[in-house]
C-alpha cells in the first residue's frame, strides 16, 4: 500500500509541474499586455515601464518561468513585500496576494463541499440501498420516485425558491453568509445551512439512483448468489458481499463531485451571494485579472490532483487488485 501511494504522489507532483507550466505560458501567449492592465487606465509611459520591471516582464521567458515556479515553493519578492511561499502572485486590482485573498474565500468553499458532500452521501447512499435491499416496495417506489423529480432541479432553479419561502416571505431563516466556525459555530451553521442542503437536494437525487444500480447489480453477482444459497443470512450477505463492490462507482462520481466542488462552487455561490473560490473565479476573468484567475486554476488543479490520490487509495482499499495493476 506504501509503495502505491508513493507512486500516486510522485505522479501527482509530475502532474502539478506541468499545469502550473501550462498556466505560466498560456498567462504569457495571452494577447493582452498584462502590465497594461496592472497599470490601469491613466497610466504614463514612465509606469507602465517600472511595473514591467516589477512584474519581471522585460526578463527572458526562461527566467519569468523559474520565478513563478520558484515561488510557489520558495516565495518570491514584489515591490509591494515579500510573498511567502506558496506564492501565487499578487493581484493587479487589488494589490493583495493571490493565495492571501484565496485563503480568505476557501472557508466558504469548504464548508459548502464538505457539508454537501456529508449530506448527499448519508442521505443519498442510505436511500439507494435501503431502496436496492427493499426492491420493489413501496420504499422502493417512494425513493425511486422522489429522485427522479429531484434531479430535474437545478440550483439556479431551486435555490431563489428556497430563499422566496425560507427567507424573504416567512423569516424563518437569515440570508445565507459565512461566518468562521471559529467565531460563532450558530451564525456559521445557520448561516451555510440553506446553500448546504440545496445543494446536496440536487446531489443526493444522483447518489440515490446510482447507489440503488450499483446495489443491485451486485446483489446479481454469482459470489452474492453463491452465499445466498449457502444459508447466509440476506442483511450479512448485502453488507458483507454486495456493499463493498457497490462502493467502487460511488467513490469515483464521488471524487470528481468532490474535485468540482473543491475548485469552485461557482453556481451556488453566485446564486446564494457567497465569497468563495467559484465566485472569485469569476471575478478574476471578468476584470482581466490574469495573476488571481491562474493562482485559482492552479489551486483548483491542486486540489483535484489531492482528491483524485484519496479516491486511489479508497479504491486499493475497496478493492485490493488495484494495487496489483
Known amino acids: ?7 500516486r504522489l510522485a505522479g501527482a507532483v509530475v502532474t502539478l509541474f506541468l499545469i502550473g507550466a501550462a498556466t505560466f505560458f498560456l498567462f504569457v501567449a495571452a494577447p493582452s499586455d498584462y ?25 527572458p521567458i526562461a527566467t519569468q518561468f523559474w520565478q513563478f515556479m520558484s515561488g510557489i515553493v520558495m516565495g518570491r519578492d514584489f515591490p509591494d513585500g515579500h510573498c511567502a511561499a506558496p506564492c501565487l ?8 496576494m493571490v493565495w492571501d485573498t484565496i485563503m480568505d474565500r476557501f472557508p466558504t468553499t469548504l464548508t459548502l463541499t464538505v457539508g ?13 440501498m435501503l431502496a436496492a ?3 420493489g416496495s413501496m420504499l422502493d417506489k417512494v425513493a425511486t420516485g422522489t429522485s427522479m423529480v429531484l434531479s430535474s432541479f437545478q440550483i439556479y432553479f431551486l435555490g431563489p425558491i428556497v430563499l ?3 427567507v424573504y416571505s416567512t423569516g424563518w431563516m437569515e440570508d445565507p453568509k459565512y461566518v468562521p466556525i471559529t467565531e460563532d459555530p450558530a451564525g456559521w451553521f445557520i448561516g451555510m445551512s440553506i446553500p448546504v442542503v440545496v445543494m446536496a437536494t440536487i446531489f443526493t437525487a444522483q447518489y440515490t439512483r446510482m447507489a440503488r444500480a450499483a446495489m443491485i447489480e451486485q446483489l446479481a453477482e454469482e459470489h452474492v448468489r453463491t452465499a445466498r444459497a449457502k444459508g447466509m443470512p440476506k442483511k450479512y450477505v448485502f453488507f458483507r458481499y454486495a456493499w463493498r463492490g457497490s462502493m467502487i462507482p460511488i467513490v469515483t462520481v464521488l471524487g470528481i463531485d468532490i474535485s468540482s466542488m473543491l475548485g469552485g462552487a461557482v453556481v451556488t455561490e453566485i446564486t446564494f451571494s457567497l465569497q468563495g473560490i467559484g465566485r472569485l473565479a469569476v471575478e478574476g476573468a471578468g476584470s482581466k485579472d490574469l495573476p488571481l484567475t491562474m493562482g485559482v486554476m492552479m489551486f483548483g488543479a491542486f486540489f483535484i490532483l489531492i482528491v483524485n490520490i484519496l479516491t486511489d487509495i479508497a479504491y486499493a482499499y475497496i478493492d485490493p487488485r488495484v494495487r496489483l495493476s
Open 1 to 7: 500500500m506504501l509503495q502505491f501511494i508513493i507512486r
Open 35 to 59: 502590465a497594461s492592465l496592472a497599470c490601469g487606465r491613466d497610466c504614463s509611459a514612465s509606469r507602465l515601464q517600472d511595473i514591467r520591471e516589477a512584474l519581471g516582464l522585460n526578463l
Open 89 to 96: 502572485g499578487q493581484s493587479f486590482h487589488s494589490g493583495d
Open 116 to 128: 454537501g458532500a456529508v449530506c448527499f452521501l448519508i442521505i443519498g447512499v442510505g436511500a439507494g
Open 133 to 135: 435491499y427493499r426492491r
Open 164 to 166: 422566496i419561502i425560507f
